[in-house]
C-alpha cells in the first residue's frame, strides 16, 4: 500500500514551454499534497504544500505564478511549470500524506528545459 | 530552528558492518521523526518513523535510536548489505500542525562495500 505515482517520470521541453507534472496517491486519499524539488546531491526543497480544495501555500522564494499547483482530487495533484527556462531543469519530486501522518513519495519526475 | 542536522556527510561501511547515521534537532515541538532511503534518480522511500514518546524502535536491520533530552535520533543499520548503499535522509514535523511539513537533513550518502 501506499503508492504515489508521478507522471511523466521525465520530459524535455522548450524554453518558453509550459510542463504540467501530475501527482496521484493510487490506493490512499491525500488531503494534503507536497512538491519538492532537488538538485544533484542535495537534499529535499520543498516547494509547496497542496491542500485539496483549496490554494497551494508556497514556500518563501518560490513564484507561485510560475510554478501552478491545483489540488482537484483527493488523489490527485499537479504541478505546472510555466513558461520553462534552462534554470527550472531539476529533479521534482511530490509526496502525499497520509491519515497516518506518513508522507509516501514519488518517483520523481525529470524536467529538462532546453 | 527549524533546522536538522545530519552526520555524517557521506559514510563507507564494509559488508556485514553497522551504519550509523546521526541527526540533531533544534525545535522542540517536532514530534514526529521519519527516516528515508533514496536511491540515485528516484524518489525517497519511507524506512522507518519514530515518535518521541519511545527511545527505541526496530524494522529488521533497521533501528532507530531517539534521544529526546539531547534532541538527537540515530539511524542504525545492521548487517549492512551493498543493497543498502543509498542516499538516506532524516526529517522531522509537528503533527497536527496544519501541513506536517517535513523538515529535511542533507543526507547521508552511504556506501557499503562487497
Known amino acids: 500500500g501506499a503508492v504515489v505515482s508521478q507522471h511523466p517520470s521525465w520530459v524535455i521541453c522548450k524554453s518558453g514551454t509550459s510542463v504540467k507534472i501530475e501527482c496521484r496517491s493510487l490506493?490512499?486519499?491525500?488531503?494534503?499534497m507536497f512538491w519538492y524539488r532537488q538538485f544533484p546531491k542535495q537534499s529535499l526543497m520543498l516547494m509547496a504544500t497542496s491542500n485539496e480544495g483549496s490554494k497551494a501555500t508556497y514556500e518563501q522564494g518560490v513564484e507561485k505564478d510560475k510554478f501552478l499547483i491545483n489540488h482537484a482530487s483527493l488523489t490527485l495533484s499537479t504541478l505546472t511549470v510555466t513558461s520553462a527556462h534552462p534554470e527550472d531543469s531539476s529533479f521534482y519530486i511530490c509526496?502525499?500524506?497520509?491519515?497516518?501522518?506518513?508522507?509516501?513519495f514519488g518517483p520523481g519526475t525529470r524536467l529538462t528545459v532546453t | 530552528q527549524q533546522q536538522v542536522k545530519q552526520s555524517p556527510q557521506s559514510l563507507i561501511v564494509q559488508k556485514g558492518g553497522i551504519s550509523i547515521i546521526n541527526c540533531a534537532y533544534e525545535n522542540t515541538a517536532f514530534d514526529y521523526f521519519p527516516w528515508y532511503q533514496q536511491f540515485p534518480g528516484k524518489g525517497p522511500a519511507l524506512l522507518i518513523a519514530i515518535r518521541p514518546d519511545v527511545s527505541e524502535k526496530k524494522e529488521g536491520r533497521f533501528t532507530i535510536s531517539f534521544n529526546k533530552s539531547a534532541k538527537q535520533f540515530s539511524l542504525h543499520i545492521m548487517d549492512s548489505q551493498p543493497g543498502d548503499s543509498a542516499t538516506y535522509f532524516c526529517?522531522?514535523?509537528?503533527?497536527?500542525?496544519?501541513?506536517?511539513?517535513?523538515?529535511f537533513g542533507k543526507g547521508t550518502k552511504l556506501t557499503v562495500n562487497p
Open positions: 509526496s502525499a500524506r497520509a491519515q497516518s501522518y506518513e508522507q509516501y
Open positions: 526529517a522531522a514535523s509537528i503533527r497536527g500542525s496544519g501541513s506536517e511539513k517535513l523538515v
Open positions: 490506493d490512499f486519499q491525500a488531503t494534503t
